[in-house]
């Protein structure tokens, strides 16, 4: 697959949302990679942060769209406290989540949960999880 890259597609419109819903500047990135290198949840992400910040960069942001990743963000901030530029990459993954939840929709149908699994759910985590996976 190629993909012709040009000024439209390097700064559309949903890479400006995201910078101004998240305040970050993505270009800052220079791709040192110790976000993703200090990511307790990277090994489960099919996208590594690094690489969010890239395909965003790249203006290759459906990518991102449907990649799982923003949602197994655990929002530590460990990216953050390690990264040499001061890019708060939670706050991105955070834009990028709601950019989904407005353009498609809740990501988890609570419909879909068992009442014995919602009955075992700490009440904290269900809370958190309202919060973060429906619009």
Do not use: H
Request: with cysteine.
């Amino acid at each position: 697959m190629r993909i012709r890259l040009s000024a439209e597609v390097l700064r559309n419109e949903l890479v400006r949302r995201i910078e101004e819903i998240s305040g970050e500047d993505l270009l800052k990135c220079y791709q040192c990679g110790k976000c993703s290198a200090g990511c307790p949840a990277a090994p489960a992400m099919d996208m590594l942060p690094s690489q969010v910040i890239r395909f965003l960069q790249l203006g290759l942001v459906e990518q991102v769209l449907d990649s799982d990743t923003p949602w197994l963000c655990a929002a530590c901030q460990s990216c953050y406290a390690r990264c040499p530029k001061g890019v708060d990459l939670t706050r991105v993954m955070e834009a990028v989540r709601e950019i989904i939840l407005q353009e498609r929709g809740d990501y988890l149908d609570l419909r879909d949960l068992s009442p014995d699994d919602l009955a075992e759910f700490p009440q904290q985590a269900f809370i958190a999880g309202f919060r973060k996976y429906t619009a």
